[in-house]
């Protein structure tokens, strides 16, 4: 069986300090990774997706997010924290479906 | 560009109603996806057409709920006789060439109440 977790379900940070928002995930074999971002009331957006091409995989609007196969993780960075990256944050893992982590709320205070 | 839309944004009926929800995906777009989304379940698949292939509809909660998708285009999502717990988000998505693995476009989804 296929599992994602997101380890916080909140993440509060500062206007241009940096974001971490944390991704485990549990699969009989290597998946293809994703992170979408949701504003309010709008659909989810993809950030960057990870397909084993490389490790450190680039997303948009400055986020990276790094594959550790030992360590089956895959989280989200960013180095500035910007007031529109005050969403919902979900790591999802496609297998022989799409499995969704839980999300990550990210405030971001001025 | 024109991105996935979805029709109505925000729908009331009251429990025991039959629902219609409409899904305009990316011209070109072989697949497209439902998906639920409620704060007690987080999101959850729904159904997923693939081309000319048999829907996979493994994620639909129950027999009430069913979906089609004509001429490779449209989707429609119906829920025959509403209960309460089918209060959430429906979001629909569609991808270039299907396939779990492949990124997808998300609408805004249909907000749907019973009262």
């Known amino acids: 069986a296929q599992s994602v977790t997101q380890l916080d379900s909140h993440v509060s940070v500062s206007e241009g300090t940096p974001v971490l928002l944390r991704c485990n995930y549990s699969s009989s074999y290597s998946p293809s990774l994703f992170w979408y971002v949701q504003h309010p009331n709008k659909g989810l957006q993809l950030l960057l997706k990870?397909?084993?091409?490389?490790?450190l995989v680039k997303g948009i609007n400055g986020f990276e997010a790094e594959f550790k196969k030992s360590e089956t993780s895959f989280h989200l960075t960013k180095p500035s924290a910007h007031m529109s990256d005050a969403a919902e944050y979900f790591c999802v893992a496609a297998g022989n479906k799409l499995t969704f982590g839980g999300g990550t709320r990210v405030l971001v205070k001025p | 560009g024109a991105g996935v839309s979805q029709s109505p944004s925000n729908k009331v009926t009251e429990k025991g109603k039959d629902v219609e929800l409409r899904c305009d995906p990316i011209?070109?777009?072989?697949?497209l996806y439902w998906y639920r989304q409620s704060l007690g379940q987080g999101l959850e698949f729904l159904i997923y057409f693939q081309g000319n292939s048999a829907p996979d509809k493994s994620g639909l909660p129950s027999d009430r709920f069913s979906a089609e998708r004509t001429g490779g285009s449209v989707s429609t999502l119906t829920i025959q006789r509403t209960q309460q717990e089918d209060s959430a988000v429906y979001l629909c998505?569609?991808?270039?060439?299907?396939?779990?693995?492949?990124?997808?476009?998300f609408g805004d989804g249909t907000r749907l109440s019973i009262l």
């Open positions: 998505a569609s991808s270039l060439k299907g396939g779990w693995d492949s990124a997808q476009h």
């Open positions: 011209s070109g777009h072989t697949a």
């Open positions: 990870y397909t084993s091409a490389a490790t």
